[in-house]
Nanobody, 125 residues
Framework: QLQLVESGGGLVQPGGSLTLSCVVS????????IGWFRQAPGKGRKAVSS????????YYADSVKGRFTISRDNANYTVYLQMTNLKPSDTGLYYC??????????????????WGQGTQVTVSS
């Protein structure tokens, strides 16, 4: 059964750090792109970062470049999003998703077919 489960969210002060995890089952990371998406309160879902399955190429939204790092542990079926120097504008529900395409992914939300339930990140003093 295909499944994605996010964890690691929480409340953090501006300038702080969090690492989100996305544990997958039912497919292998080497053959699927994984994306992280954020939905701020009252707004639509937007791409934050992604990692391509076949070669591990990574992508980032301009707003998070230099602050967020996406990585994966194929053996443990886990993709991470390390977030540093967090800002209040990073607040939102963070989702991971896959398109089951080894050369797919990128930052186009419509390419992703399977989603987790999300983990809340709140950046506030």
């Amino acid at each position: 059964q295909l499944q994605l489960v996010e964890s690691g969210g929480g409340l953090v002060q501006p300038g702080g750090s969090l690492t989100l995890s996305c544990v997958v089952s039912g497919f292998t990371l080497e053959y699927s792109a994984i994306g992280w998406f954020r939905q701020a309160p009252g707004k639509g879902r937007k791409a934050v970062s992604s990692i391509r399955g076949i070669d591990g190429i990574t992508y980032y939204a301009d707003s998070v470049k230099g602050r967020f790092t996406i990585s994966r542990d194929n053996a443990n079926y886990t993709v991470y999003l390390q977030m540093t120097n967090l800002k209040p504008s990073d607040t939102g529900l963070y989702y991971c998703a896959t398109d089951l395409d080894p050369v797919g992914g990128g930052m186009v939300i419509d390419e992703y077919d399977y989603w987790g339930q999300g983990t809340q990140v709140t950046v506030s003093s």
